[in-house]
């Protein structure tokens, strides 16, 4: 638990400095907090698979356990992805540049 809370802090604090270098991310407020956007929709997501997992598909033996699993990622998977998308579409910006970074 502590391994992977710790995953996710650094990668979005990395995301939100990384994004903080451009001067398109850097002018709305919005775009900045993008990577905090997405973990915030992420909640309200994981709570409506959570509440189709115990209260609509419900698992009575234990071969019912592994579909109930690929179910689980399958409604997240379909909340999330239409939900990244507009929040893209909302909150950022239509280019982007990154002075202190070299292509190569």
Not at 55 to 79: A, F, G, W, Y
Request: proline content about 5%; aromatic content about 10%; glycine content about 4%.
């Amino acid at each position: 638990g502590a391994d992977l809370f710790g995953s996710f802090a650094e990668s979005t604090c990395a995301a939100l400095v990384i994004s903080s270098r451009s001067s398109e991310y850097g002018a709305q407020w919005g775009s900045m907090c993008f990577p905090l956007l997405i973990s915030a929709c992420g909640i309200f997501v994981c709570i409506i698979t959570t509440f189709v997992a115990t209260n609509l598909m419900l698992v009575h033996k234990k071969e019912d356990i592994e579909p109930s699993l690929k179910r689980q990622l399958l409604v997240s998977t379909v909340l999330m992805t239409p939900t990244i998308f507009l929040l893209s579409q909302m909150f950022l910006p239509s280019t982007a540049t990154f002075p202190d970074f070299v292509r190569s």
